[in-house]
Each structure stands twice: as C-alpha cells, then as structure tokens.
C-alpha cells in the first residue's frame, strides 16, 4: 500500500483565475509560466512541459494549498466534496516544484524527494462555485482549496 513520504501546505494568492506547478529549476523548462497559458474557464488542468497549469474559479483570492509525495499511487481522496479533479504526468529533474501565478513565484520550494523523476499529478479542488460568487465582491480566504498528491511513475 502507497504511504506519504512529504507533505506540505501553504497559503497562496490565485491571481487571474489560475496559478501554476512547475519545476523548481526555470532554465529548464521550454514555457515557464505564464508563458502560454489557455485562456481561463478552458480546463480545470492543462499540462505543459514541466508545468500543470490550473485553472480556479475565482479571478484573486486566497487558497490552501495541501500537497501530498507519495511512494506509490495513492487512494482517492473522498476526505472532501472535491467540486474538480485531474491528473497529468509532468517531469522534474530537480526534485523541487514551484508554486506560480500571474505576480510570480509563491511559498516554498515542494520537495519531491527524488531527482530525474517523471511523476503523477493529481490535482483536487473544493469551493468553486462559492469563490466564484464571492471573488466578485472582494479578495475570499480559504474559499476554494487545493490538494496535490504527486508519486512517481519513472
């Protein structure tokens, strides 16, 4: 059975409704965010090289952001009523992924554990119709929240 072997949270500032994971090391990826990223609305999760761009329901607002390494692919997640849910596969030769918005890098480096490593992302989002409401009128906290859970797959 897959056991967590990290986990991380942090506050972030979701800035024109999205923000971005990416590899820690930006000299390596061809498109650091935001360079290309998809009109909002367009998906929840849009993989790029390196990156995950994901998409939120509200143009700026406060979120947690709970991430999750795990050693092997984890159950579903059913602790909450997850609103979005995606996976991507992107790759990291550092080890380390950055949090991204529009404003620039945010929080702490997420500390994966494992170089040169492809891994499993997925990405699940509850409070999407509320923040959407509320973002309309002022700058919610903790409205929408993120949990990532990341295992290698190479």
Not at 90 to 112: C, D, F, K, N, Y
Request: hydrophobic fraction near 40%; include cysteine; glycine fraction near 8%.
């Amino acid at each position: 059975m897959a056991e967590v072997i990290n986990r991380q949270t942090m506050e972030i500032l979701v800035d024109y409704y999205g923000f971005a994971l990416q590899e820690a090391d930006e000299s390596q990826i061809p498109a650091p965010f935001p360079e290309g990223r998809a009109y909002p609305g367009t998906a929840f999760l849009i993989s790029r090289p390196m990156r995950v761009d994901v998409d939120s329901a509200g143009h700026t607002h406060e979120a947690p952001l709970a991430v999750e390494v795990w050693d092997g692919e984890p159950p579903v997640d059913h602790a909450a009523e997850w609103e979005a849910r995606g996976e991507i596969t992107m790759a990291s030769p550092t080890g380390q992924l950055s949090v991204w918005v529009i404003a620039g890098r945010v929080g702490e480096h997420i500390e994966l554990g494992r170089t040169k490593t492809t891994w499993r992302v997925r990405i699940y989002c509850a409070g999407r119709k509320k923040v959407a409401h509320l973002a309309q009128f002022g700058v919610p906290e903790g409205v929408e929240r993120y949990l990532v859970q990341l295992w290698p797959v190479t």
